[in-house]
């Protein structure tokens, strides 16, 4: 190989794959997630794949990993660069309409057949549990801030298993109910 070591292309184009899968999740499914629907999606060939990454199961576990820490990790730090409780709720209510539900959902079922992403599906929960308790318990209190953190996640997860019949104005009432309730 000349100088690049395989599997390590162009950020960009990796970034375009994770948006094509994100887009087959949405529309077909786990199940649709497959190489060649990929790269007829971005009109590429199977060589274009392999440049950018060294297999399929590398592939997903780095759509998973970007996943985690784009649609997770950094909401959580920004959010928690907030002092006041009701604005990290409020920030965290944006955030959460604007994910991609129908994908999330699709990851949801994938999670329910294969570990890996099952590890991940949990991980990406806790994290969003988490700094949804932290701002709850400012709000009302350590005895129920746990309750309150269950039912905003819950609407949450709730939601993205109908995000293909409910608008996202839907999810943001709902949690904007959980809040006024919590304030």
Known sequence: MSGR???QGNPRLREAWFDAAYDVLATEGYGGLKLAPLCRRLGVT????YYSFD???AFTDALLATWLEERTRQTVAIVNEYADPVVRLGMLLEASTAL???SEAAIRVWAGTDER?????R???HGRYLVVLEAMRALVGEERSDAFA???????????MLAATRGTRHLG???QQIVEAAR
């Open 117 to 121: 992403v099952a590890a991940v599906q």
């Open 5 to 7: 070591q395989r599997g």
């Open 100 to 102: 991609l539900h129908r």
């Open 173 to 175: 009432w709902s949690l």
């Open 46 to 49: 199977t060589g274009s794949f």
């Open 123 to 125: 991980e990406v929960d």
């Open 150 to 160: 269950t039912w905003a996640m819950s609407t949450l997860v709730g939601y993205e």
């Open 55 to 57: 297999s399929w199961p």
